[in-house]
């Protein structure tokens, strides 16, 4: 299996733009995590879908930034208008659920998102 | 205030020698505890998990400890290689009212070891 791919790598835009962070989870994970990672405040997960259907986004910062998850294999984070505090590292996880509520998640190699 | 602690912030160690990470967390209800390495810039990748009734897990020349008593875990690296230049996250798991799973993270600690 080829891991959890994020698109795009790298990406600049200027505040005001939209954004969208994609995301092709591992083929048969039921579990999807958006993660949002910088120096100050470290890794914060920003919301998390089962089955598609969003569980908890008590993590999302504010109104500007939507997930969605359309089918099993793919997600979306956009931020809408974007503003230079959103520049961060954004990282897409999946995931099984085990026993006990035990679930090994599996990090993509995140998109470095300046907005300036 | 973070549910969880991370010490210390950052260390370095010389090539070969140990170290030891420490994490305490208020988090509860616990589910599980689990170490991430993450290499300069690449995603975290998993090192443990243990849940309430594991004290110890190891994973090559990583092993985590867990007190769930005092709510404290630790990271053993031994015999320290450079390739272990890299942040370690702890991170807790909790039941939520909903029944599904909270996460909370530390602010990890970088390692850096030298030649």
């Known amino acids: 299996d080829a891991g959890v791919i994020q698109s795009p790598r790298h990406e600049v835009t200027e505040m005001g733009q939209e954004v969208t962070l994609r995301c092709k989870p591992i083929s048969g994970h039921d579990y999807l995590f958006w993660y949002r990672q910088t120096m100050m405040r470290g890794l914060e997960l920003l919301i998390y879908f089962n089955n598609n259907v969003p569980i908890d986004d008590s993590g999302m910062p504010e109104d500007r930034f939507s997930a969605k998850m359309p089918n099993a294999s793919f997600s979306t984070l956009k931020i809408q208008p974007s503003e230079p505090r959103d520049s961060a590292v954004y990282f897409c996880?999946?995931?099984?659920?085990?026993?006990?509520?035990?679930?090994?998640?599996?990090f993509g190699p995140g998109t470095r998102l300046t907005v300036t | 205030k973070n549910q969880v602690e991370q010490s210390p912030q950052s260390l370095i160690i010389l090539e070969g020698k140990n170290c030891t990470l420490q994490?305490?967390?208020?988090?509860?209800?616990?589910?599980?505890l689990r170490w991430y390495k993450q290499d300069t810039g690449r995603g975290p990748v998993s090192l443990t998990i243990m849940t309430f009734s594991e004290n110890t897990k190891s994973n090559g020349r990583y092993t985590a400890t867990l007190d769930a008593d005092t709510k404290q875990s630790s990271l053993h690296i031994t015999a320290s290689q450079l390739s272990d230049s890299a942040s370690y996250i702890c991170v807790v798991s909790a039941r939520s009212f909903s029944n599904d799973y909270k996460l909370s993270f530390g602010a990890g600690t970088t390692v850096t070891v030298r030649a």
């Open positions: 996880a999946s995931s099984l659920r085990g026993s006990g509520g035990i679930y090994e998640q599996y």
């Open positions: 994490c305490n967390y208020t988090v509860s209800p616990f589910s599980n």
